[in-house]
């Protein structure tokens, strides 16, 4: 959770940048998404360590409260729900691209929004499911949300076993092509293109498919 003095507000879907400066003047920045709706001037980063990553292990360990940092945005605008949008919407999400997902879910819980939504969400262990409490039980304003969960290295005794997100996943958990749903794909680079290539086997149209590739690595 970051105060950002002046925040504008955004809208669910957008990121920011996040830059670091150390001592000798040497600055990295990386794009993370906005998990939440705005609370006034309080904003919400969901962030995955990447073990060898530059910014991530120092966001996710490195950082105290109180600690500035430098953040620029509301960031992009191609990949946001707008609530007033009655499509029906398919969420399809890979690791941690479930965080701008989320903000839509918690965007439409927020403002009461009856817009059906559908969440197909592939992990690799039931251990690696962000948001789990909020998405494996049901919350007030939730009610035309459904959330499929799909396992890619473990999965839950009783349950499928793990499995890549193949087409017919897709076919499942997400809307018919007829009806024209908005879809946002969210992930890795690899997944995210395997995501979008089914979404247009499937029929659905490609100008209706919003993609976000959160990094360099394949599959999930
Ligand atoms: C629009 C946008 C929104 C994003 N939102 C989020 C978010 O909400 N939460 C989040 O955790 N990340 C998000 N990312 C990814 C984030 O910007 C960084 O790429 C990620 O945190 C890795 O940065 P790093 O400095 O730790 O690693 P780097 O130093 O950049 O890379 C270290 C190593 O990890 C590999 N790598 C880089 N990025 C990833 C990745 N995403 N997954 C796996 N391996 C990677 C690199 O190839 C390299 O081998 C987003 C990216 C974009 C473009």
Do not use: K
Not at 21 to 35: K, M
Not at 65 to 72: A, F, I, K, S, Y
């Amino acid at each position: 959770m970051l105060e950002v003095p002046g925040w504008p507000g955004h809208l669910a879907g957008q990121h920011v940048d996040v830059r670091l400066t150390s001592e000798d003047g040497y600055v990295a920045e990386r794009a993370y998404s906005l998990a939440a709706p705005a609370d006034g001037e309080r904003i919400e980063l969901t962030v995955q360590v990447v073990g060898d990553g530059e910014v991530s292990p120092f966001l996710g360990g490195g950082l105290s409260q109180g600690d500035p940092l430098e953040v620029r945005g509301p960031l992009g605008g191609w990949f946001v729900w707008r609530p007033e949008d009655p499509s029906p919407v398919l969420l399809v999400a890979g690791g941690a691209g479930v965080v701008p997902l989320m903000a839509m879910i918690r965007t439409r819980r927020l403002l009461g929004s009856r817009v059906p939504f559908r969440l197909a969400y592939s992990v690799r262990t039931p251990a690696d499911v962000y948001y789990a409490d909020e998405l494996l039980n049901p919350q007030p304003g939730d009610a035309g949300l459904e959330v499929s969960i799909m396992y890619t290295r473990e999965a839950p005794p009783g349950g499928p076993p793990p499995s890549r997100v193949r087409r017919e996943d897709l076919a499942q958990h997400g809307w018919p092509p007829e009806l024209a749903p908005l879809c946002f794909v969210c992930g890795p680079t690899g997944f995210v293109e395997a995501m979008a290539d089914a979404l247009v086997a499937l029929d659905h149209d490609p100008a209706r498919i919003r993609t976000e590739r959160f990094g360099p690595t394949g599959g999930t």
